[in-house]
């Protein structure tokens, strides 16, 4: 399993920008994909999730409104749109498999430790 993020960068307050987490070696289309971000030195967070169809979606309270999950299963990546960034948002950002994305709802941020794959994540710095 290999997990790709890209599109992280430096940006200003209210700005926008596009993750994208290239997927390989396993079967993409048949995984619940989820975001996660953490500050340096804090625990992470969960962000926002998606069914390997991708027929639902879960997400934080925090990026509701601003953030919007989507994922191409014919290329094997999936993308986190962040509009209206704020300096809060400044994080690295990674992409993870997920075994039910759906437990978010149950189970809040203790699902974390059920997530399998990693990416290597991508900073987000929110900034003026």
């Known amino acids: 399993v290999q997990l790709v993020e890209s599109g992280g960068c430096m940006v200003h307050p209210v700005g926008y920008l596009i993750l994208s987490c290239a997927a390989s070696?396993?079967?993409?289309?048949?995984?619940?994909m989820s975001w996660v971000r953490q500050a340096p030195g804090t625990g992470p967070e969960w962000v926002w999730a998606?069914?390997?169809?991708?027929?639902?979606?879960y997400y934080s309270a925090a990026v509701r409104g601003r953030f919007a999950i989507s994922r191409d299963n014919a290329n094997s990546t999936l993308y986190l749109q962040m509009n209206n960034l704020r300096p809060d948002d400044t994080d690295l950002y990674y992409c993870?498999?997920?075994?039910?994305?759906?437990?978010?709802?149950?189970?809040?941020?203790?699902?974390?430790?059920?997530?399998?794959?990693w990416g290597q994540g991508t900073l987000v710095t929110v900034s003026s």
């Open positions: 070696g396993f079967s993409f289309s048949t995984y619940d």
């Open positions: 998606i069914k390997s169809d991708a027929t639902n979606q």
């Open positions: 993870a498999t997920d075994p039910d994305a759906s437990r978010w709802t149950i189970q809040g941020n203790h699902h974390l430790l059920m997530l399998e794959d």
